[in-house]
């Protein structure tokens, strides 16, 4: 095994499978650094044909706490976007077969992280949840993708309510395959990869590329809407300001609603 270790994750290389571990304790928010650092390891990773599997991890108390809500503020939201985007869109994109292992929190952009991959495995006291509407503010890759895995009405409610739900939730309505105690998860993980491990990585590459063929060509054009509609919409409004200034002043917004 050979690692490359950065300033927010660490990248290990096995036989047929890249492991990318987020490493930004206490709660791997996801800063403008970090976004940076799983590019650059998304596109390492792709390097190597022979490499067909990606798990995402992570290390402390949480998967992903979400993005840093002081990436939102209006001088940095629009590059903020384009970098969290563009790793979203490596995930959805790349020919690998992406598995997250979550524990802990899992919210806003760290969900939606994890959603992109195509196989999920959740600590059962793990914490699931889309919270942006309560900072007067909506997760754009939720809000593109969340209802093809669990249905439009569910997708509604937990973006437009920002509801946090259980593991054991979200193994039911389809954002994880299986559920276990924290400490076997990772067995979970592992009885995947073995299965893999045998496996062609073209043959893989190949058929995950059939798999998302219709899903594929509404995702990008969706999320670039939605990206355009935060930005020109949702930023415009001085909830949006309020409830993004509330949160970084440890306050209740003071909604006027417009």
């Known amino acids: 095994m050979t690692a490359i270790t950065t300033t927010r994750l660490t990248l290990e290389f096995e036989t047929s499978v890249a492991r990318i571990t987020l490493d930004h304790p206490p709660l791997n928010v ?5 976004m940076e650092e799983l590019a650059g390891a998304l596109a390492e990773v792709e390097k190597y044909p022979e490499i067909s599997t990606l798990v995402l991890g992570a290390n402390g108390q949480a998967f992903s706490a979400g993005v840093d809500v002081a990436a939102h503020a ?6 903020m976007l384009e970098k969290f985007h563009a790793v979203i869109r490596a ?7 992406t598995i997250a292992a979550v524990h802990g929190t899992c919210l806003g952009g760290g969900a939606e992280l994890a959603m992109v991959c195509d196989m999920v495995f959740t600590a059962r006291d793990a914490t699931w949840g889309f919270p942006e509407i309560k900072l007067g503010c909506f997760p754009p890759v939720a809000a593109t993708a969340l209802a093809a895995l669990v249905g439009q009405k569910r997708a509604s409610e937990l973006i437009l309510t920002g509801r946090t739900i259980t593991a054991d939730e979200a193994l ?7 559920s276990a105690v924290a400490e076997e998860v990772p ?16 043959a893989l590459a190949v058929t ?6 219709w899903d594929s060509m509404h995702f ?5 809407r939605a990206e355009k509609v935060y930005l020109e919409e949702l930023l415009r409004t001085e909830d949006a300001q309020e409830g993004i200034q509330a949160f970084l002043e440890k306050r209740e917004p003071q909604w006027k609603g417009n």
């Open 30 to 34: 996801i800063d403008v650094l970090m």
């Open 74 to 79: 209006p001088d940095k939201v629009t590059g």
């Open 91 to 97: 995930f959805v994109i790349t020919k690998k077969v």
């Open 172 to 178: 039911a309505i389809g954002l994880a395959n299986k």
């Open 187 to 202: 067995s979970l993980v592992n009885e995947t990869l073995e299965r893999l491990r045998h496996l062609s990585p073209a």
């Open 208 to 213: 995950k590329k059939a798999i998302y063929a």
């Open 220 to 224: 990008d054009k969706g999320l670039a």
